[in-house]
C-alpha cells in the first residue's frame, strides 16, 4: 500500500518569496492534516480536512499560509510571503477516521523549508 | 492549555540496554496517549497508545503506562537494539480530537 507521498523534499526560497507544497494521502483516507515542525520542537498542527472541508484551521496563520483540498483528495499548502521563522518541515499526515476512532496518523516524510 | 513535556536528548544507549524515555502531560479531562516513532529517513508512525487510565500499550517490545495519578506516559523497553535508534515523540489527543506532541527525544543505540 503507497503512503503518504509529499513533494518538494526541500526547499530553499529568499524572505517575502512563495512557495507551495504538495501531499497525496493513503487512498481512501478521509482526513487530510498539514503540521509544521520547527527543529527542536514537535510537530505542530496547521489545518485540518475532512473529505475536501476543513475541519481545524485555527492555528494557521492566514495571513500568508493558505491551504486546498480540491476534490477530497490531494492537497497543497502555500505560504505567500514567506517569513525567517517559517523555516520548518512541513508535515503532511492523513487518516481512515476523523480523529475521533483510532487516533492513528499516517505521516508523509515531510518538505523541508528553509527561508534565508 | 493542554501540552506535553517529554527528556531531552539525545539518549545514548549500548545494545541490550535499558530504555526509559519520559514523558509527562497536561490536559483537561481524560485525553489519549500515544508514542510515534520517526526512523531515519522516514516519517513519523504510530508505535503504541493507550486510551484509558492504567492502560498499557505496547508494540515491538516496547511498553509505556497511563498514570493518570502522575500524568505521565513513560515509554520503556527492556533491550534496545541498534535498529531502535530514532526519534520518538509522545503525544495525546486532546477533547477536541487533536493530536498535540512533545518535542521528541533522539535514542542513538551503539552496537
Known amino acids: 500500500e503507497a503512503g503518504v507521498a509529499q513533494s518538494p523534499r526541500y526547499k530553499i526560497i529568499e524572505k517575502r518569496q512563495s512557495v507551495a507544497f504538495w501531499c497525496n494521502p493513503i487512498?481512501?483516507?478521509?482526513?487530510l492534516y498539514w503540521y509544521q515542525q520547527i527543529l527542536g520542537q514537535g510537530p505542530k498542527l496547521l489545518i485540518q480536512?475532512?473529505?475536501?472541508?476543513?475541519?481545524?484551521d485555527s492555528q494557521l496563520p492566514k495571513d500568508r499560509f493558505s491551504a486546498e483540498r480540491l476534490k477530497g483528495v490531494d492537497s497543497t499548502l502555500k505560504i505567500q510571503p514567506a517569513k525567517l521563522e517559517d523555516s520548518a518541515v512541513y508535515l503532511c499526515?492523513?487518516?481512515?477516521?476523523?480523529?475521533?476512532?483510532?487516533?492513528?496518523?499516517?505521516f508523509g516524510e515531510g518538505s523541508r523549508l528553509t527561508v534565508l | 492549555g493542554n501540552s506535553v513535556t517529554q527528556m531531552e536528548g539525545p539518549v545514548t544507549l549500548s545494545e541490550e540496554a535499558f530504555l526509559t524515555i519520559n514523558c509527562t502531560y497536561t490536559?483537561?479531562?481524560?485525553?489519549?496517549l500515544f508514542w510515534y516513532v520517526q526512523y531515519p529517513g522516514e516519517g513519523l508512525q504510530l508505535l503504541l497508545k493507550?486510551?484509558?487510565?492504567?492502560d498499557k500499550g505496547s508494540n515491538k517490545g516496547f511498553e509505556a503506562t497511563y498514570r493518570k495519578e502522575t500524568t505521565s506516559f513513560h515509554l520503556e523497553k527492556g533491550s534496545v537494539q541498534v535498529s531502535d535508534s530514532a526519534v520518538y515523540f509522545c503525544?495525546?489527543?486532546?477533547?477536541?480530537?487533536?493530536?498535540?506532541f512533545g518535542s521528541g527525544t533522539r535514542l542513538l543505540v551503539r552496537p
Open positions: 499526515a492523513s487518516s481512515l477516521d476523523s480523529g475521533r476512532g483510532t487516533g492513528e496518523l499516517f
Open positions: 487512498s481512501g483516507h478521509a482526513t
Open positions: 480536512f475532512q473529505n475536501n472541508g476543513v475541519v481545524d
Open positions: 490536559a483537561t479531562g481524560y485525553p489519549s
Open positions: 493507550a486510551t484509558k487510565a492504567d
Open positions: 503525544a495525546l489527543r486532546d477533547s477536541s480530537y487533536k493530536l498535540i
